[in-house]
Structures are given as structure tokens and as C-alpha cells.
């Protein structure tokens, strides 16, 4: 195969063939790898230009209803469990518009009981108010009703995040159980776009029975959601959870899903061109420098953790999350160097909303 003739064909093609995709997903030379990376960051630098925009990410519970069979907070997992206080979460916020971060993700463990709902609803309206509506909110809160998506929206709230975690329903009940359905997670999707939020999905990369033809449908899935922002990450056992039995944890094996989710984030990149792409958290806990050679692979988005350090330890998803003993504000330091070491620029004060948003046919009409 010719990579560079390749990526030109699927360039801003928004559905490009899955096969294609899957071989590009299983390369083998390291120097067709590296100009994979290469062209989907220049295209990402052309379209939105050299700048990484920052969340500040506010883990402020780890109470979770629900037993996904890979997380390290699932229910049935016997950790000490917190939930921020109002205060302690408005302290964050303040601590993400006086460092200028412009957004601010609240996310937590997953519960749909009424006290939850009115609970964010009432912090969503609160960073609003404090900050004169200055930092953009994004909501990782799960599964909820239309109602509910609705109501956080019309309080401030403009983006949200729900990955898919895999776009392929057999794979999706292997991971989840069984009450928790696959098309439940695509409908949460569809009201969040019926409610007016930029929707954010993702996938796990590496999972145990993934094949590349499964990544190259979650490509296309994205494509076909119509979604505007993607944050996706390689998948980290957590020892203590039923999916770590069935996963391999070789140091080769945890490079294949590093290497995996780079390339993934670079098609995506190359075939949609305007998303917002986060470089996660997880790349980071394979590499230090994950996050950076996320950005170099076509992401524009990096999430901060602000997560007061008394709860970092508390809301461990997988093993080597980063940063787990670390400041806020050491976070921050470390991070404009290392951004701006990779020759990009922090976009300061910006909310950096998915330019594709503002395209879609049923926003801009
Ligand atoms: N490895 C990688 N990502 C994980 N997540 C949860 N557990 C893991 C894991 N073991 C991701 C899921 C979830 C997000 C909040 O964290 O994709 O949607
Ligand atoms: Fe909490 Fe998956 S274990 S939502």
C-alpha cells in the first residue's frame, strides 16, 4: 500500500471505506506511522491551527450505579466513595477562570436519582453565575433521560460527553452488563443533539477481542452520529475488574494499544478534519509523553486534571492514572511546557468550541 497516496484519498472524505481505514489501523513499517501522524496533524494545524485548548477536568464523585466490567469505580468494586460538595466544586471553577483555562468538564460516576439531577443542575447554574458565564461547561455525567439532558443544557451546560465505548453491539455487551443495553447509549447520544449540546463520543482502543474492523466502524460511526467532538483513549486494565482477567498487560502489548489509539486519532483527524479531538488521560498512563504525541497525532484538546488531590487517588479508573499525587496547579506548569514544546500554543481564556458544530446543517440553517 502507498500511505502518503492513501490518507490523500480519505482526506476530509467523512465516510471513507472501512478497509481502508482497517489498513491503515494495522500498518506495520514505523516510517509509514509516523506519516500518518504527521499528515493528520498538519491537517489539524491548517484547519483549527497550532493550539491545544484546555478543560479543566473536575472528577467530583465517584458514586456509580452502574458495573462496566473494565471500570475501576464500577459498583461492585469496594472503594472509599466521595462526592465533592457544592463548595469544594465552585472552588474548582474559580480555580479554572483565574488560571485561565476558559472550560471546565464535571464528571463523575453515573446516578440518575432525582437529588443528582437538581444537584449538578444547581452547580451548572452556580459556575455560571460566580464566573459572569466566562467558562464553558462540559458535562461527563452518563445516562440520563431527555428531560434531564435538557434541563442541564437550558442551565448552562453546552457540551457533553458519552462514549460509545465500542460502536459494535456484540462487543458492547461483552463489556457491560446486561442491563446495560447498547442502544440505550446510542438514544442518550440522539437526545443530547435533540437537547442543542456539542456531543462528544468515544471508544476504548484495545480491547480484549477488538480487531481493527471494529475501530475502522467506530471511525465510521462517529461519521455517521454526526458527532462534534471525540475523546478517545487506549484501553488500561484496572486489576480488580472482570475484564482485566480476559486482557493481556505486557509491556509490548500495552505499546500495540498506545500506537493503536495515536493512529486512531489521526484518521479521525484526517477524514473529519473540524472536530474537537481530545488527547486523553490514558494515553498519558501508557506514556508520560502521551499526551503530546496525542496532540502531534491530530488532537487539539487536552483535559487538565483540577480534581482536589484528597480525591485523585479515589476515582481511579484504570492502574497508572497520572498525576494522581499532584497539584492543580503543578498540572498546569507542566503542561504549557510541554505544549509548548511540541510547538503549539495554549489557547488561554477560550472556550474552543468543535468548529464542526456550527456547520451542521440543523444549527447553521
Ligand atoms: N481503560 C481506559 N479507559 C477507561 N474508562 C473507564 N475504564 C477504563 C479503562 N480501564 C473510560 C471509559 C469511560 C471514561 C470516563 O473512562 O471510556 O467512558
Ligand atoms: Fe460507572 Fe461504567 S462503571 S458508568
Known amino acids: 500500500m502507498n500511505v502518503a497516496s492513501t490518507i490523500r484519498k480519505i482526506m476530509g472524505s467523512g465516510r471513507p471505506d472501512g478497509d481502508i481505514l482497517a489498513s491503515l489501523l494495522s500498518l506495520t513499517d514505523p516510517s509509514d506511522e509516523e506519516r500518518l501522524f504527521k499528515a493528520a496533524c498538519e491537517v489539524k494545524r491548517e484547519r483549527l491551527g497550532p493550539v491545544a485548548h484546555l478543560r479543566g477536568l473536575v472528577e467530583f464523585s465517584n458514586v456509580c450505579a452502574r458495573n462496566c466490567l473494565y471500570c475501576g469505580i464500577r459498583r461492585d468494586h469496594a472503594i ?6 457544592a463548595e469544594e466544586i465552585l472552588s474548582c471553577a474559580r480555580f479554572a477562570l483565574e488560571n485561565r483555562y476558559g472550560s471546565l468538564v464535571l464528571q463523575s460516576g453515573e446516578r440518575d436519582d432525582p437529588e443528582f439531577v ?6 451548572v447554574r452556580e459556575i455560571k453565575r460566580q464566573g459572569d458565564g466566562a467558562l464553558g461547561i462540559t458535562l461527563s455525567c452518563g445516562e440520563q433521560s431527555e428531560e434531564t439532558y435538557r434541563r442541564w443544557f437550558e442551565s448552562g451546560a453546552h457540551r457533553y460527553l458519552l462514549r460509545i465505548e465500542t460502536s459494535d453491539p456484540e462487543l458492547y455487551a461483552r463489556l457491560h452488563p446486561a442491563d446495560q443495553g447498547f442502544e440505550r447509549r446510542v438514544q442518550c447520544l440522539r437526545s443530547l443533539r435533540a437537547a442543542g449540546y456539542q456531543v462528544g463520543t468515544g471508544v476504548m482502543i484495545g480491547l480484549p477481542r477488538q480487531t481493527a474492523e471494529h475501530l475502522a466502524n467506530d471511525i465510521l460511526f462517529f461519521s455517521q452520529m454526526d458527532i462534534d467532538m471525540i475523546g478517545m483513549g487506549p484501553y488500561v486494565l484496572h486489576d480488580e475488574t472482570p475484564l482485566a482477567a480476559e486482557a493481556v498487560n505486557t509491556p509490548g502489548e500495552r505499546r500495540r494499544r498506545l500506537s493503536l489509539a495515536l493512529r486512531m486519532i489521526a484518521l479521525a483527524r484526517i477524514v473529519m478534519p473540524d472536530l474537537n479531538i481530545a488527547a486523553s488521560t490514558a494515553l498519558q498512563a501508557l506514556d508520560t509523553g ?22 485523585r487517588g479515589d476515582y481511579l479508573l484504570y492502574e497508572g492514572k497520572p498525576c494522581v499525587g499532584e497539584d492543580a496547579d503543578m498540572c498546569r506548569g507542566c503542561l504549557e511546557r510541554r505544549i509548548n514544546s511540541i510547538g503549539e500554543k495554549v489557547g488561554w481564556d477560550e472556550w474552543g468550541d468543535s468548529r464542526h458544530f456550527f456547520k451542521r446543517k440543523d444549527i447553521s440553517s
Open 80 to 85: 472509599r466513595r466521595y462526592a465533592m460538595s
Open 118 to 123: 437538581e444537584f449538578v443542575d444547581d452547580i
Open 290 to 311: 502521551g499526551r503530546e504525541l496525542g496532540l502531534l497525532a491530530g488532537a487539539n484538546v487536552v483535559m487538565p486534571n483540577i480534581t482536589p488531590r484528597e480525591y
